[in-house]
Nanobody
Framework: QVQLVESGGGLVQAGGSLRLSCAAS????????MGWFRQAPGKEREFVAT????????YYADSVKGRFTISRENARNTVYLQMNSLKPEDTAVYYC????????????????WGQGTQVTVSS
């Protein structure tokens, strides 16, 4: 069992930056590939980024490629999402999730989820 807690969300102006953190407790995070997803009001949860267990490989949604960076510190049991050049369309609740798969981009492939953190980007 893994418990995930996101933090770092908030209100930022367009063009600004935020760094989200996802802290894990329970089993060690190094046993899981990790992902970030987001869900805007009235929309389905969508994939943002994923990182393999070692952190050696990452994948991004086209909408965030070049602006967002996923990383992890297994020694701290923490995963991060650095978000730069934020746009109003990035406004959503952001969730981190853990999967036993090598890597995954579908929400259904993830086994554990955090409660989410709100990110609001004003124009």
């Amino acid at each position: 069992q893994v418990q995930l807690v996101e933090s770092g969300g908030g209100l930022v102006q367009a063009g600004g930056s935020l760094r989200l953190s996802c802290a894990a407790s329970g089993r060690t995070l190094s046993s899981y590939a990790m992902g970030w997803f987001r869900q805007a009001p009235g929309k389905e949860r969508e994939f943002v980024a994923t990182i393999t267990k070692s952190g050696g490989t990452t994948y991004y949604a086209d909408s965030v490629k070049g602006r967002f960076t996923i990383s992890r510190e297994n020694a701290r049991n923490t995963v991060y999402l650095q978000m730069n050049s934020l746009k109003p369309e990035d406004t959503a609740v952001y969730y981190c999730a853990a999967t036993r798969k090598i890597v995954a981009s579908r929400p259904g492939d993830y086994d554990y989820w955090g409660q989410g953190t709100q990110v609001t980007v004003s124009s």
